[in-house]
């Protein structure tokens, strides 16, 4: 019983907190770790090709995958179903913009919260004078 629990609880409930909606931690006008505008040296890979699994309720908004900046490298955040925490919240897509001969990241989020520039990124303007 022991080695089932490992092999089959465990991994669910790390899924399960791994996909736990953004939304349920979010508070308004908040900014959560991970929402810094950043800079790459390295352009991210081309988009992953997902399947949208059916919606799971009228509520729920389809967030695509899209490459996240984690520390110095890129990694696939996969795409999702959420409820925003209001309605009238929407999702802001992330975004790269080539600046300098590197790349400006924005990650998603939703559009009540705040983005702010990272250390990286202020460094880098710092050091092209802008």
Do not use: C
């Amino acid at each position: 019983m022991p080695n089932q629990l490992v092999r089959w609880v465990l991994p669910a409930a790390l899924a399960a907190l791994t996909f736990a909606p953004a939304s349920a931690q979010v508070r308004a006008g908040v900014n959560l770790p991970g929402l810094h505008i950043r800079v790459s040296p390295d352009a991210p890979p081309p988009p992953r090709v997902e399947v949208r699994p059916s919606r799971p309720g009228r509520n729920h908004v389809w967030i695509g995958g899209y490459w996240d900046r984690q520390d110095d490298r890129w990694a696939w955040a996969p795409g999702r179903w959420e409820v925003p925490a209001e309605p009238s919240h929407h999702w802001v897509k992330a975004k790269y913009h080539r600046e300098y001969g590197s790349y400006r990241y924005e990650p998603g989020h939703w559009s009540h919260q705040k983005l702010e520039e990272g250390d990286d990124y202020r460094r880098f303007h710092k050091e092209h004078h802008r």
